[in-house]
């Protein structure tokens, strides 16, 4: 792990609760998720990572994302939510294949008349 990168990111996580409190009239949005995504070694390995965090943060395996081919994890604090996900090959395989055709396909500039 980066000392440098956690330690920026809390910083910037503190330098912006501070800004939002000094600034009562920004909107904020009603959550925000923190992600953390492994990576992409093998299958096992992620879920190892995920397995890992999960304990960490005393949470189980969210088995509803399953069904995406993701595994995952994760604790709210109030409205923010630090979220694990690992992105299995068979998910990473299915989004490259319906997404190989992006850009390809141009839709005619003029409608059909009716």
Request: hydrophobic fraction near 40%; charge should be negative; include cysteine.
């Amino acid at each position: 792990m980066n000392h440098d990168h956690r330690t920026a990111l809390i910083n910037g996580l503190l330098d912006l609760a501070a800004f939002l409190e000094t600034h009562p009239d920004l909107p904020v949005p009603p959550s925000v998720t923190v992600h953390h995504f492994p990576r992409q070694d093998s299958d096992d390995d992620q879920r190892a990572e995920i397995d890992q965090l999960a304990a960490l943060l005393g949470t189980d395996i969210n088995h509803e994302d399953a069904s995406r081919g993701h595994y995952a994890t994760s604790r709210m604090f109030g409205p923010i939510e630090y979220r694990a996900v690992a992105i299995l090959a068979a998910a990473r395989a299915r989004y490259d294949a319906e997404t190989s055709y992006r850009g390809c396909i141009q839709p005619d500039p003029t409608p059909a008349a009716a």
